[in-house]
């Protein structure tokens, strides 16, 4: 019974062009068929003219009856593809729809017209269907889901179940004698899935049949949208009117619980468990370093050698760190340590595994701020407004790609990002509430953002702006004084810093990077045209943009506290960055909350501005906004379940356990020559590496024969372009015995962009 059930619910049975020939009883009910349809065309035809039946509806039954008995005829013919099945049960299954509409629906036509314009105006009423009536629709629906199911590939199970919950919902808010009208009625949300389901089953028909085909229809998104639509509607509907309010803020939890689960789901499953190349590599490193050795230097035993060498020392570094190396060969990074020092003390907390997970958690934090700060900002919304506002900020901040991207190979971007946005935060409380205490707050986390990422001092300027002009503080006296407690509190909170600027690079002031010579006003237009275009990816702000825009309009108007608050942390980070030629977008992740805030704000404003002139109009546009964010997070989202992710600098479990297992084949006292994987042999196999592609032919053969004559074993892995040169050089004075292959790890090209590719790995001897 239940594999004749999946039968017939299944496109391809209907569909098959060439199904066989008919006999015995098969034959039979055709036969039967074909003659029950001419009776039925008489009859109907009678029927007609006795009654005033719409000449609408008695041409489509017309239409069914004359495609039902062509189907009859194709199948007894067997002839091509007139043959198939869905000839015989479309207009049949039709034809028994439509006769009873006409029987049960049609006297309640009126309603129903009323019901389906409730269900877009918002407007639940207790409308009272005949049992008929209500039996059709609940077969049409039950059908209709159960066929759109299908096409989704969902088990039969699924459509009855949705139509039971969508029911039982509105059904749970009847206090006394149920009646199924209502919950039946606002089903009618429906429809358009339906309908984008009969496309898709012509699509499908059109291609099995050798037809034109179009495109895929969009079904499960629109599935999805309308299904979460019904399903508020139902609820709604069922909320005591005089309660209704309370909705809002059910919305605004939903929203933001989902995207707090969907992140942690998200950072915490995908995070690295390992980091190469340069800049997420040096992050942990330097955290290994502090959690190990309680210092951000990292000593490098093969630059000693090059020094007595008088060779390029830079080659027997890995990427990422900078000259000068203090006695005793330890050499700092060209990033600012405030991430890796967070990632560090994490380490010393909790062991090792804490290092990679405290960026997830930071991010996850970064995410709930966003959520915060527009409760707080937008103070000329009402409340449940301003929690749907901060649940949407959080969504967009959540799910940006970019975001994501890095912020799984642990770069510094969503700790500045966190420590920014807490910095605007409790300078915000600090300026509406007579507590100097807060204004202190938001010191550290001024104090911290500067840690992270030295640019980023230029959210002073955004918060002194809110400390000078907030409401909180009634004298200009107060006002001096959080400002002054501040500064303060944030000079205290970067010393650290700066002694170590002071100890390591000679001046407290001088940078960590070594890239100054980059910054030229001539690169400003360049900078911030490529920012605004990759800000403008559908993956981020693009298909936002007109809400942000709007949004951005509409709180100049009503809130300039707030405006100018999220202008000047948007405008004068970029201001201090765009002369940088190399800036990129994660760059400014740190003021991708202020954008989310626009855009959300835009949104609720929007939809609080058609729900008083045109409920209709908003039910429209909360379909539309839901649709964009579809479009904009849907390949974000399936990230988690499909685990399609590669970044630079990116290690699974099992990629870092392949370098791990050096270790076992190189044996101690081995030095491993390499590119970009350097950092990550020595960090997971414990073995030193150097870098050969970057020292002239014979700086490196007088490297390898010291090595050799220290009895070093000496290894090369072929994981970049630039070995390849390499291994032909050293062919000439050496001997090369392949010993094993490392698979599916990052294999670097010159541009530094790299693939997963098996890399060989040789044992290098004097030849």
Same mark, same amino acid.
């Given at each position: 019974?239940?594999?004749?059930?999946?039968?017939?619910?299944?496109?391809?049975?209907?569909?098959?062009?060439?199904?066989?020939?008919?006999?015995?009883?098969?034959?039979?009910?055709?036969?039967?068929?074909?003659?029950?349809?001419?009776?039925?065309?008489?009859?109907?035809?009678?029927?007609?003219?006795?009654?005033?039946?719409?000449?609408?509806?008695?041409?489509?039954?017309?239409?069914?009856?004359?495609?039902?008995?062509?189907?009859?005829?194709?199948?007894?013919?067997?002839?091509?593809?007139?043959?198939?099945?869905?000839?015989?049960?479309?207009?049949?299954?039709?034809?028994?729809?439509?006769?009873?509409?006409?029987?049960?629906?049609?006297?309640?036509?009126?309603?129903?017209?009323?019901?389906?314009?409730?269900?877009?105006?918002?407007?639940?009423?207790?409308?009272?269907?005949?049992?008929?009536?209500?039996?059709?629709?609940?077969?049409?629906?039950?059908?209709?889901?159960?066929?759109?199911?299908?096409?989704?590939?969902?088990?039969?199970?699924?459509?009855?179940?949705?139509?039971?919950?969508?029911?039982?919902?509105?059904?749970?808010?009847?206090?006394?004698?149920?009646?199924?009208?209502?919950?039946?009625?606002?089903?009618? &949300? +429906? *429809?358009?899935?339906? !309908?984008? #389901?009969? $496309?898709?089953? /012509?699509?499908? =028909?059109?291609?099995? %049949?050798?037809?034109?085909?179009?495109?895929?229809?969009?079904?499960?998104?629109?599935?999805?949208?309308?299904?979460?639509?019904?399903?508020?509607?139902?609820?709604?509907?069922?909320?005591?009117?005089?309660?209704?309010?309370?909705?809002?803020? &059910? +919305? *605004?939890?939903?929203? !933001?619980? #989902?995207? $707090?689960?969907? /992140?942690?789901? =998200?950072?915490?499953? %995908?995070?690295?468990?390992?980091?190469?190349?340069?800049?997420?590599?040096?992050?942990?490193?330097?955290?290994?370093?502090?959690?190990?050795?309680?210092?951000?230097?990292?000593?490098?035993?093969?630059?000693?050698?090059?020094?007595?060498?008088?060779?390029?020392?830079?080659?027997?570094?890995?990427?990422?760190?900078?000259?000068?190396?203090? =006695?005793?060969?330890?050499?700092?990074?060209?990033?600012?340590?405030?991430?890796?020092?967070?990632?560090?003390?994490?380490?010393?907390?909790?062991?090792?595994?804490?290092?990679?997970?405290?960026?997830?958690?930071?991010?996850?934090?970064?995410?709930?701020?966003?959520?915060?700060?527009?409760?707080?900002?937008?103070?000329?919304?009402?409340?449940?407004?301003?929690?749907?506002?901060?649940?949407?900020?959080?969504?967009?901040?959540?799910?940006?790609?970019?975001?994501?991207?890095?912020?799984?190979?642990?770069?510094?971007?969503?700790?500045?990002?966190?420590?920014?946005?807490?910095?605007?935060?409790?300078?915000?409380?600090?300026?509406?509430?007579?507590?100097?205490?807060?204004?202190?707050?938001?010191?550290?986390?001024?104090?911290?953002?500067?840690?992270?990422?030295?640019?980023?001092?230029?959210?002073?300027?955004?918060?002194?702006?809110?400390?000078?002009?907030?409401?909180?503080?009634?004298?200009?006296?107060?006002?001096?004084?959080?400002?002054?407690?501040?500064?303060?509190?944030?000079?205290?909170?970067?010393?650290?810093?700066?002694?170590?600027?002071?100890?390591?690079?000679?001046?407290?002031?001088?940078?960590?990077?070594?890239?100054?010579?980059?910054?030229?006003?001539?690169?400003?237009?360049?900078?911030?045209?490529?920012?605004?275009?990759?800000?403008?990816?559908?993956?981020?702000?693009?298909?936002?943009?007109?809400?942000?825009?709007?949004?951005?309009?509409?709180?100049?108007?009503?809130?300039?506290?707030?405006?100018?608050?999220?202008?000047?942390?948007?405008?004068?980070?970029?201001?201090?960055?765009?002369?940088?030629?190399?800036?990129?977008?994660?760059?400014?992740?740190?003021?991708?909350?202020?954008?989310?805030?626009?855009?959300?704000?835009?949104?609720?404003?929007?939809?609080?501005?058609?729900?008083?002139?045109?409920?209709?109009?908003?039910?429209?546009?909360?379909?539309?906004?839901?649709?964009?964010?579809?479009?904009?997070?849907?390949?974000?989202?399936?990230?988690?379940?499909?685990?399609?992710?590669?970044?630079?600098?990116?290690?699974?479990?099992?990629?870092?356990?392949?370098?791990?297992?050096?270790?076992?084949?190189?044996?101690?006292?081995?030095?491993?020559?390499?590119?970009?994987?350097?950092?990550?042999?020595?960090?997971?196999?414990?073995?030193?590496?150097?870098?050969?592609?970057?020292?002239?032919?014979?700086?490196?053969?007088?490297?390898?024969?010291?090595?050799?004559?220290?009895?070093?074993?000496?290894?090369?892995?072929?994981?970049?372009?630039?070995?390849?040169?390499?291994?032909?050089?050293?062919?000439?004075?050496?001997?090369?015995?392949?010993?094993?292959?490392?698979?599916?790890?990052?294999?670097?090209?010159?541009?530094?962009?790299?693939?997963?590719?098996?890399?060989?790995?040789?044992?290098?001897?004097?030849?």
């Amino acid at each position: 019974m239940i594999q004749t059930a999946y039968r017939l619910s299944s496109l391809a049975y209907w569909l098959e062009a060439a199904p066989g020939t008919l006999g015995g009883t098969v034959l039979a009910l055709h036969l039967a068929l074909g003659a029950l349809l001419v009776l039925v065309a008489v009859w109907r035809t009678r029927v007609w003219c006795r009654r005033g039946t719409p000449p609408g509806l008695r041409a489509l039954e017309a239409i069914l009856i004359a495609l039902g008995l062509g189907g009859v005829a194709g199948r007894l013919a067997e002839a091509p593809w007139l043959s198939a099945r869905v000839w015989v049960g479309g207009p049949v299954a039709g034809l028994l729809a439509l006769l009873a509409i006409e029987a049960w629906l049609l006297p309640d036509w009126p309603l129903l017209c009323d019901a389906w314009r409730d269900v877009w105006t918002w407007r639940p009423r207790l409308r009272r269907l005949s049992g008929g009536a209500t039996a059709v629709l609940v077969a049409i629906h039950l059908v209709a889901l159960c066929t759109v199911g299908r096409l989704l590939g969902w088990a039969l199970w699924v459509g009855p179940m949705m139509l039971v919950v969508l029911m039982a919902v509105r059904l749970a808010g009847q206090p006394r004698r149920l009646e199924p009208g209502p919950a039946v009625l606002g089903l009618g &949300a +429906l *429809a358009p899935a339906y !309908l984008l #389901g009969g $496309l898709e089953v /012509a699509r499908r =028909a059109a291609a099995r %049949l050798g037809g034109w085909v179009p495109g895929p229809v969009p079904l499960w998104p629109a599935v999805a949208i309308l299904l979460g639509y019904t399903l508020a509607y139902q609820v709604y509907g069922a909320w005591p009117e005089a309660r209704r309010r309370v909705l809002w803020w &059910a +919305l *605004a939890v939903v929203l !933001l619980g #989902g995207a $707090l689960a969907w /992140a942690a789901w =998200a950072y915490l499953s %995908l995070y690295a468990r390992g980091v190469t190349g340069s800049d997420p590599y040096c992050y942990v490193q330097m955290a290994v370093d502090v959690m190990r050795h309680g210092s951000l230097l990292h000593r490098f035993p093969l630059a000693a050698l090059a020094g007595r060498l008088q060779i390029d020392v830079l080659p027997a570094m890995h990427v990422g760190y900078r000259e000068p190396l203090d =006695a005793l060969w330890r050499a700092a990074t060209v990033w600012p340590a405030g991430h890796s020092v967070l990632l560090g003390l994490a380490g010393r907390v909790a062991g090792e595994p804490a290092i990679y997970l405290a960026t997830p958690l930071m991010g996850l934090a970064s995410v709930a701020v966003a959520a915060w700060l527009a409760m707080r900002l937008f103070t000329d919304l009402d409340p449940p407004l301003r929690a749907l506002a901060g649940a949407l900020a959080a969504l967009v901040v959540a799910t940006s790609f970019e975001q994501l991207r890095w912020l799984l190979v642990h770069m510094a971007d969503v700790s500045t990002q966190l420590f920014s946005s807490l910095t605007i935060l409790l300078a915000w409380i600090a300026a509406r509430r007579g507590r100097w205490v807060w204004a202190a707050a938001a010191g550290v986390a001024l104090g911290l953002a500067y840690w992270t990422r030295h640019t980023q001092l230029a959210v002073v300027v955004p918060a002194l702006f809110l400390l000078a002009r907030g409401r909180g503080a009634t004298t200009s006296r107060e006002r001096l004084l959080k400002g002054a407690a501040f500064l303060m509190v944030a000079l205290v909170v970067a010393l650290p810093d700066l002694g170590y600027h002071q100890q390591v690079f000679g001046s407290a002031l001088q940078p960590e990077s070594q890239e100054l010579e980059l910054y030229a006003l001539r690169a400003v237009p360049a900078t911030t045209v490529s920012l605004t275009r990759a800000w403008l990816a559908g993956c981020e702000l693009g298909y936002l943009v007109p809400f942000l825009l709007g949004g951005a309009l509409i709180l100049g108007r009503r809130n300039r506290l707030a405006a100018w608050a999220l202008a000047l942390w948007l405008l004068v980070p970029w201001a201090v960055q765009a002369p940088y030629v190399s800036l990129r977008l994660r760059d400014l992740l740190p003021a991708l909350p202020a954008l989310a805030l626009l855009a959300a704000y835009g949104v609720v404003q929007a939809l609080a501005w058609l729900s008083a002139q045109r409920r209709g109009a908003a039910s429209a546009l909360v379909l539309v906004v839901a649709g964009l964010l579809w479009l904009r997070t849907a390949g974000t989202a399936s990230l988690p379940q499909s685990r399609a992710f590669n970044n630079f600098g990116y290690l699974w479990a099992t990629q870092r356990a392949e370098l791990a297992g050096l270790a076992a084949v190189t044996g101690e006292g081995a030095a491993v020559g390499c590119t970009l994987n350097s950092g990550a042999v020595e960090l997971y196999a414990g073995r030193e590496t150097f870098r050969p592609a970057d020292w002239p032919a014979q700086d490196l053969e007088r490297f390898l024969r010291a090595l050799w004559g220290e009895g070093r074993p000496v290894y090369l892995l072929d994981d970049g372009e630039a070995m390849s040169a390499v291994i032909a050089m050293v062919m000439e004075y050496g001997r090369l015995e392949p010993v094993g292959v490392l698979e599916r790890i990052p294999y670097f090209f010159l541009d530094a962009g790299s693939e997963l590719r098996d890399v060989q790995l040789y044992r290098l001897d004097p030849g």
